[in-house]
């Protein structure tokens, strides 16, 4: 599976941007789709999860209320939409897609955005 993202860039607290991972490839294959990101000198963290089949999602505490990741089966592509945006959310987002078979499971990665949030 092979994933684009696109969308970010630089914002003030409190505005908004909306982040988007196209996959192609094996999508048949995938299970889940989300996102991780990485502060500056800091552990990646998961953001949001979205199921490929009933569309469960799931988020950090720290986006809950905030942030909503959605899909467009379609195009074959998530979302990310973030709201009231804070400096403390200033990171490479990177888009993942997983998927799990009996050998275990298995993530695509895409090439990761920046996401800066001023003061």
């Known amino acids: 599976v092979q994933l684009v993202e696109s969308g970010g860039g630089l914002v003030q607290a409190g505005g908004s941007l909306r982040l988007s991972c196209a996959a192609s490839?094996?999508?048949?294959?995938?299970?889940?789709m989300g996102w991780y990101r990485q502060p500056p000198g800091k552990q990646r963290e998961l953001v949001a999860v979205?199921?490929?089949?009933?569309?469960?999602?799931t988020y950090a505490d720290s986006v809950k209320g905030r942030f909503t990741i959605s899909r467009d089966n379609a195009k074959n592509t998530i979302y990310l939409q973030m709201n009231s945006l804070k400096p403390e959310d200033t990171a490479v987002y990177l888009c993942?897609?997983?998927?799990?078979?009996?050998?275990?499971?298995?993530?695509?990665w895409g090439q990761g955005t920046q996401v800066t949030v001023s003061a």
């Open positions: 490839g094996s999508t048949l294959s995938v299970n889940a």
């Open positions: 979205i199921g490929t089949g009933g569309g469960s999602t």
């Open positions: 993942f897609a997983a998927t799990m078979n009996s050998l275990g499971t298995f993530h695509s």
